[in-house]
């Protein structure tokens, strides 16, 4: 039998000392209880005492059985929920002995909703009160349909020589409820007050932790950039002839450490800008770029990723008048060379990787194919998130951190454009980048690292759509969409 | 000849600068340390100084700062570098101001510019 979670909670050994309380207060109130029961009969305003007597003997027999299964440590949960259903058993019969719907005891189940809110949870709580109405629906239908005796309420039988004594047993009983709910709700707000301040502290202290990771890690990389200086120098050193002429051989190898050079100066600076994206140091410093005369320059930024690799880079730039695009220069910069740079990296030989510029209505849309393996579509979202490349398998078929795209992911957020990846197995991949013409300055959001770059196929059309329509002038849709299927034909199932 | 003082912590960096300025005509001297560096600024007087930013104890804008108090250090030209981004835009804005440093590179760079650099300001 599958126990639901909320009852199996109260047999866990860390609720003990909780259920432990639950049964000395179950004492406590009970005893009161028995306490007015006496003063009240022997006042006379109890038409059936013998019932009730019997029913706080009950509730004292499962409340000592649960106390004493606490001590033993067995069947916990199975007499701690006959104990709560015991109280809900003898209230709703207390309230049938003593006048049904005219009885003043109803109030004694709000201190059974205080007392479970206190120790036990939302479920026991809920369903204890359920109980009650349903057995306390059962007590007025029966009365209602006669299936049952009714017994007169308390203060049916005052007297003129028992009214006092009633008055001051109905004041007691209705003090203790009060005081008793109270107490109870008191208790549970500080508790929750108490709890809430902890996790507050966590959450800052969590934060605070992952800003000191940020630092850290863009402290470190600065670090790196030093000896990557050293190693550039002693290259231009070398090629300079410091060291005597270089034979052919000798030049090469020199080129090739000075690519590696470049290489890792371009990872630490992937790095130091994850880094700083994720403490959310990065700021949108937008400019005026000229595209037509920047975009040649950042491809040619890109050759020496290519090296001795049989690759062609290739610009699409449309004819025509280009619309001037506000943004930050930098970080488009470093958002292309990492498209291009992943692209380099997974063309085969013999490869083109093509950077096409495409101005639309509210901006341009960048986009980047490469003739690679493709990324199947259960990865294209992962590509984006730091340290993931492709199918995360540690079998790469090609180098590098994989933070490039995440960085992507963030530096076009702070632009007020987004990214989004096209691809099939086997058939390539296009990155397009999305940056809008005007964008307001601002700082990046840590929530800027939840996802949301890749769309449906649907919404990237549109996107498409949206950025060509005011553009007055028909573009054919070049790049990946062209040559293949249309995007939302060939998924499904595929 | 003109003689230049290398103010950098990390030999490498040191040894690339000094050889190349070396390979070029001009004498250089190399402090470690920001003391260091005054020290030695008394002795050599320097035409003009290449200092780190991100120096042991001092760094290269308290430097520069001291040795522009020295009377004999007003107008000796300073070129700052640094591998750190952040001090090199704090960096340009100082050389902007020409108060202090006249110049700022941000490594790795390219030892042409830096030569071309020198040269202007020695001109």
């Known amino acids: 039998m599958r ?3 909320y009852l199996a909670e109260l047999g866990r050994p860390d609720r003990r000392p909780i259920l432990a309380g639950g049964v000395v207060s179950g004492y406590v109130v009970t005893l009161i209880f028995l306490a007015l029961l006496i003063l009240a009969d022997a006042a006379g305003v109890i038409a059936a005492p ?3 007597y019997g029913l706080v003997a009950a ?3 499962t409340n000592t059985l649960a106390g004493l299964s606490l001590r033993l440590g067995r069947f916990v949960m199975l007499t701690a929920s006959v104990n709560v ?3 809900i058993v003898v209230m709703t019969a207390a309230i049938y002995f003593t006048g049904s719907t005219s009885s003043p005891l109803y109030a004694i189940y709000v201190v059974e909703i205080a007392v479970l809110a206190m120790l036990t949870n939302a479920g026991v709580t809920a369903l204890a009160i359920a109980g009650g109405l349903v057995l306390y629906g059962m007590v007025v239908l029966g009365e209602i349909l006669g299936w049952w005796p009714s017994y007169p309420p308390p203060a049916v039988l005052v007297t003129e020589d028992n009214r006092a004594a009633y008055m001051i047993v109905k004041y007691a009983f209705d003090t203790v409820v009060l005081a008793t709910v109270a107490v109870f709700l008191i208790r549970n707000l500080a508790r929750l007050e108490d709890r809430e301040a902890k996790l507050r502290k966590q959450a800052d202290d969590l934060v605070e932790a992952a800003r000191e990771k940020s630092e850290f890690m863009a402290n470190v990389t600065h670090e790196l950039r030093t000896p990557i200086f050293g190693i550039s120098g002693l290259c231009d050193l070398l090629e300079a002839g410091a060291a005597g002429s270089l034979s052919d051989k000798q030049r090469h190898f020199v080129g090739q450490i000075r ?3 470049q290489n890792l100066l371009h990872l630490v600076d992937s790095l130091l800008q994850l880094a700083k994206a994720e403490a959310a140091r990065v700021e949108f410093r937008p400019e005026p770029i000229d595209l037509r005369e920047w975009i040649p320059q950042v491809v040619a930024g890109a050759r020496w990723m290519v090296g001795t690799r049989d690759l062609r880079l ?5 004819e025509g008048p280009m619309p001037t695009l506000h943004s930050d220069r930098g970080k488009l910069n470093h958002v292309l060379l990492n498209l291009l740079s992943n692209a380099i990296k997974v063309s085969p030989e013999g490869g083109t990787i093509t950077l096409f510029v495409e101005p639309g209505d509210e901006g341009v849309v960048f986009s980047v194919k490469d003739e690679g393996p493709g990324i199947a579509p259960e990865d294209q979202r992962r590509v984006f998130e730091s340290f993931e490349q492709g199918d995360g398998s540690d079998e790469r078929p090609y180098g590098g951190l994989g933070i490039g795209l995440s960085l992507v992911r963030r530096l076009v957020a702070v632009m007020g ?13 296009t990155f397009h980048v999305f940056v809008p013409f005007e964008a307001e300055p601002r700082v990046a959001d840590p929530r800027d690292a939840t996802w949301e770059a890749v769309v449906s196929p649907e919404r990237l059309r549109k996107l498409r759509d949206t950025v060509r329509a005011g553009g007055g002038r028909p573009t054919a849709v070049r790049g990946s969409s062209a040559d293949r299927p249309a995007p939302n034909a060939g998924q499904p199932g595929s | 000849m003109h003689t230049i003082l290398i103010v950098e912590d990390d030999p490498v960096s040191a040894e690339v600068l000094s050889t190349y300025l070396e390979a070029h005509g001009y004498e250089t001297r190399t402090a470690r340390t920001g003391p260091e560096a005054l020290q030695m600024y008394k002795t050599a007087r320097p ?8 120096l042991p104890y001092r760094n290269g804008f308290e430097v520069t700062h001291e040795i522009r108090k020295m009377p004999e250090g007003r107008d000796v030209p300073v070129v700052l570098m640094s591998a750190v981004y952040t001090s090199a835009e704090r960096g340009k804005a100082y050389a902007a101001k020409g108060l202090r440093a006249q110049d700022f590179l941000v490594k790795p760079f390219d030892l042409d510019t830096m030569l071309t650099r020198v040269r202007e300001l020695l001109s």
């Open chain 1, 314 to 318: 290739v610009v699409d730039l449309p």
């Open chain 1, 59 to 61: 509730k004292l027999v």
């Open chain 2, 47 to 54: 035409d003009l100084m290449l200092v780190d930013v991100q």
């Open chain 1, 3 to 5: 126990v639901p979670a």
């Open chain 1, 259 to 261: 690519r590696s050079g």
């Open chain 1, 417 to 429: 454009g987004n990214v989004t990846v096209e691809s099939e197995v086997g058939r390539g991949a």
């Open chain 1, 50 to 52: 013998g019932p009730l």
């Open chain 1, 85 to 87: 259903a015991m109280d």
